[in-house]
């Protein structure tokens, strides 16, 4: 996947949240442990938002490309954010966001909670 399509995707994540109240607070936040890719909040909630992007559909999910290692690595990603926000009270959760093209237009399809740490 090119890096301006997976900008493009989550340009068009962030905006979903952003027009469904959420605050984004972070954009691509990198860690040792690997990036965030969104980190949003809202209602006592952090939200850390995984965009997978895809130019087409195809046989793969882009939810399936977010297996056990991947979710083991934002999950220590998300603990090293926490240590450092002041968020760190707030509950915790961790979506997948696909955006894909359809009929001319970009997509979404946000699955809430889609893993738990």
Known sequence: MSRTLGQTGEAIAAKYYIQKGYLLLNHNYRTRMGELDLVLYKDDTIVFAEVKT???TG???AAEA?????QRRLIAAAA???QQSPYSDSRVRFDVVE???QNGAWQIH???DAFSC
């Open 80 to 82: 090293y954010y926490l």
């Open 54 to 56: 895809r130019s087409r």
């Open 110 to 112: 946000c699955i809430p």
């Open 99 to 101: 955006v894909f093209p």
């Open 66 to 70: 977010v297996g056990p290692h991947k």
């Open 59 to 61: 046989p793969i999910l």
